[in-house]
């Protein structure tokens, strides 16, 4: 496994691939890797011939006040991981390489409407850095495919919107959210949660799930059901920021009962903001 840290050479090695006829996966990853990831990675490897992952915390999709000077940074384990899993590249570019006039100078993508909403309007200016990026990353690599984790729900959703507005020559590959033995979805920010927050986190996968369960079974008023949902996770010591019955394509509101749903949930536990979804 080669790692690449210049867009140079990035750039030189996947064209000789290219020229080769290899089919190039992407899979874009801000690093500190675990089980989820590594299931983007072995799907990138069905998919296609060659693998490159990247691993850069991109600044300009943390806000001011957000976790961005502690995320964490494990490049050597991570490429540990990496090399087992079989990938052939990984791409670690930095801040200078990516934004070389400054993130906050830089031409950028916004794509409207759905980067305004939910996680967008809880954390303004983040979906205009994860489109960004992912731009640019896909503009380096040029990839056949690019592989995503569904827990980043509405990430997937801004990404897939950027690619048919843009006329991107990638196939986005959402793949489903590998879970803790208790439900909890697999984050690098779980170690942020102490000892006794780690034992509450997967409340709120249960409150999804129970969520879940009673759309199933034809209830249909969902501000009852997300109001009810909010106040138990109240009850269970977190702060939610949203709980959301919302439509699958476009996470807009549902219009009919047969629109397909998605429960998205965004909430506070001690200092740690969990994001979790569950289609219905
Ligand atoms: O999901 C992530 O880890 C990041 O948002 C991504 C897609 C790698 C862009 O920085």
């Known amino acids: 496994m080669q790692i690449l840290e210049t867009i140079v050479d990035a750039r030189a090695v996947l064209a000789t691939a290219r020229s080769e006829r290899q089919r190039i996966a992407l899979v874009p990853t801000m690093g500190n ?3 989820g990831h590594l299931s983007l990675v072995q799907k990138a ?12 915390v991109n600044p300009l999709q943390f806000g001011a006040g957000e976790d961005f000077a502690n ?38 993508i916004e794509v ?3 980067s305004s909403i939910l996680e967008g309007r809880s954390r303004p200016g983040h979906f205009r850095g994860v489109a960004t990026v992912v731009n640019k990353l896909f503009n380096i690599v040029q990839p056949e495919m690019a592989i995503f984790g569904e827990k980043d ?9 950027m690619v048919v507005d843009l006329n991107l020559a990638v196939e986005v590959v959402g793949m489903p ?23 509450q986190a997967s409340t709120l996968y249960q409150v999804l799930n129970a969520t879940r369960e009673q759309l199933l079974a034809g209830v249909t008023d969902y501000s009852r059901l997300t109001s009810e949902a909010i106040e138990t996770l109240h009850a269970c010591g977190f702060s939610p920021d949203y709980f959301e019955i919302r439509r699958c ?32």
């Not at 729900?153 to 919107?161: D, M, P």
Request: glycine content about 6%.
């Open 112 to 114: 409207p409407g759905l």
């Open 45 to 56: 490897r069905q998919l296609c011939d060659r693998v490159i992952v990247s691993i850069y």
């Open 71 to 108: 995320y964490p940074r494990t490049l050597d384990a991570d490429c540990q991981q990496l090399r087992q899993a079989g990938v052939d590249w990984v791409f670690s570019p930095d801040d200078q390489g990516l934004y070389p006039a400054g993130k906050d100078q830089s031409a950028f």
């Open 177 to 199: 959210t590998l879970r803790e033995a208790d439900g909890l979805a697999m984050s690098s920010r779980n170690q942020y949660l102490s000892a006794s927050e780690r034992k």
């Open 249 to 280: 394509d476009d996470l807009q509101l549902p219009r009919t009962p047969g629109d397909n749903k998605v429960i998205l949930a965004a909430a506070r536990l001690g200092r740690t903001r969990l994001i979790d979804n569950l289609p219905v």
């Open 153 to 161: 729900f509405q990430q997937l959703l801004v990404i897939r919107r």
């Open 33 to 35: 890797l675990h089980a």
